[in-house]
């Protein structure tokens, strides 16, 4: 099984964001036997990534990069690498995606599912942190790719990652940092993902393993 790991470090958040995962969230999938294949650095990824995500036992798509517009997800510079309607369906179906960039959900991630992704996890709105406490907000969102890793389900995931941003905010609050609270709450309730409700990100029974 492979994952693609497609991340952008060309500038400061998004630089903590693909180190954290290079540090904390892809050793952990390669412990399982899982192989990270990652998209990094200057060069434009694009065809790259086009090539690789069709290939046999590609079955998730992850990574760290801003997003333009509702519609984009980038790679370094700003460099597209996924836009609405300009990709092939082969790039994702099948597969479970889970992009941490800003505002993509309701349009990218949706338009991923119409085209057979099995489940897409993202944001609607944009995902906000503060440097100085970046370790809290990058660890709720990795749960993401951890809890696949370890072989639950879409809605069970969803769940669980929910349930982790909720315990860290309550920290927050109980130390005095409201603000941080506030923010990492924010994007709690900006998260999407399948669900039993029905909200158009894929399927909940959706597993990695």
């Excluded at 952008?8 to 999938?29: A, C, F, I, M, N």
């Excluded at 995902?127 to 990795?142: G, I, P, Q, R, Y």
């Excluded at 769940?159 to 923010?183: H, M, S």
């Excluded at 990492?184 to 409700?197: A, F, I, M, Q, Y």
């Amino acid at each position: 099984m492979t994952v693609l790991a497609i991340d952008s470090d060309s500038d400061d958040l998004t630089r903590l964001g693909s180190q954290y995962r290079r540090d904390k969230v892809y050793p952990e999938l390669r412990k399982k036997q899982i192989v990270v294949t990652e998209f990094k650095g200057a060069a434009p990824v694009r065809d790259l990534v086009k090539a690789a995500a069709k290939q046999e036992g590609v079955k998730y798509l992850t990574g760290v990069g801003h997003g333009v517009n509702r519609v984009i997800y980038t790679g370094n510079d700003l460099d597209e690498v996924y836009r609405v309607g300009n990709y092939e369906e082969a790039e994702v179906r099948g597969k479970i995606v889970h992009f941490l960039s800003c505002g993509i959900g309701n349009r990218l991630g949706k338009d991923f599912v119409s085209k057979g992704c099995a489940a897409f996890f993202g944001y609607k709105e944009n995902f906000t942190f503060v440097e100085d406490a970046a370790e809290v907000f990058l660890e709720c969102d990795s749960k993401i790719d951890l809890a696949f890793a370890d072989g639950h389900t879409a809605e069970d995931v969803f769940v669980e990652v929910n349930r982790l941003f909720e315990q860290r905010v309550a920290e927050l609050k109980a130390a005095g940092k409201i603000y941080l609270a506030g923010w990492l709450d924010l994007n709690r309730r900006n998260l999407c993902g399948p669900s039993r409700t029905g909200t158009g990100f894929g399927d909940p029974q959706a597993k990695l393993v």
